[in-house]
């Protein structure tokens, strides 16, 4: 009894250095990084004009770094696929068999096309404001969340392929459009100046999508593993 709890005491204190040591060398590493040092702003402004929008954090996003946004789409993928392993939905019923409310359905009915119109209008908006897919994605996955707590679910007809079909439409339409590239004798994801906003926002298009039903989906997934 004596050793386990000495050994408790080792571990706690451990972890209590631990974490001491790596927060006084967090504070180090923000303490000396330059004061006004401005990164790499005046090089993505300088090329801004070449990325196909006009908002940096897009450009950066979509075109200068896009193997880290693509790699992001990945893991959430992964992440999708992942937990549906672990936690199948039940597609033997397509409706709950209880009512949500009238409060509830009168609001998804309300908020439906509200929500799906200010989704457009940011993911429009992201070339050259605050935006993009991923916000218009967050947004579209509120709603699912919403609808689906209503009791609605999908036609189990198409709960098969249609449903998989927009999940990997975000990462399917980067890897296309990234391997585009390699026709006209360029290196992976990089974008003819012509063409580089529609390309954009094509990617951006399924990202949202994409986003929106794999977050949906997620809590789906989480009830229907909780459920009894």
């Known amino acids: 009894m004596q050793l386990t709890r000495l050994r408790k005491y080792a571990l706690h204190l451990s972890s209590a250095l631990l974490v001491i040591c790596v927060t006084i060398g967090l504070v180090i590493a923000i303490i000396s990084l330059p004061v006004r040092d401005a990164g790499l702003t005046q090089v993505v402004s300088a090329h801004l004009t070449q990325s196909g929008v006009s908002h940096p954090v897009t450009a950066v996003l979509l075109n200068f770094?896009?193997?880290?946004?693509?790699?992001?789409?990945?893991?959430?993928?992964?992440?999708?696929?992942?937990?549906?392993?672990?936690?199948?939905?039940?597609?033997?019923?397509?409706?709950?068999?209880?009512?949500?409310?009238?409060?509830?359905?009168?609001?998804?009915?309300?908020?439906?096309?509200?929500?799906?119109?200010?989704?457009?209008?940011?993911?429009w908006a992201g070339a050259h404001a605050p935006g993009g897919a991923f916000q218009a994605g967050a947004l579209l996955a509120a709603l699912g969340v919403m609808i689906l707590l209503t009791g609605w679910r999908i036609p189990v007809e198409l709960t098969h392929y249609f449903p998989r079909t927009l999940h990997i439409c975000g990462v399917?339409?980067?890897?296309?459009?990234?391997?585009?590239?390699?026709?006209?004798?360029?290196?992976?994801?990089?974008?003819?100046?012509?063409?580089?906003?529609?390309?954009?926002?094509?990617?951006?298009?399924?990202?949202?999508?994409?986003?929106?039903?794999?977050?949906?989906?997620?809590?789906?997934?989480?009830?229907?593993?909780s459920a009894p």
């Open 65 to 123: 770094r896009g193997y880290d946004t693509l790699l992001e789409m990945a893991v959430l993928l992964l992440a999708l696929a992942g937990t549906w392993s672990l936690a199948p939905i039940d597609t033997r019923a397509s409706t709950t068999s209880h009512s949500p409310g009238e409060m509830l359905d009168s609001l998804a009915r309300l908020l439906t096309p509200v929500i799906v119109l200010v989704a457009g209008y940011l993911l």
């Open 172 to 225: 399917t339409a980067f890897l296309l459009v990234g391997a585009s590239a390699w026709l006209r004798d360029t290196s992976f994801l990089t974008f003819p100046q012509h063409l580089a906003g529609e390309l954009i926002l094509l990617i951006e298009t399924c990202a949202m999508l994409s986003i929106g039903l794999t977050l949906a989906t997620l809590f789906l997934l989480g009830r229907s593993h």
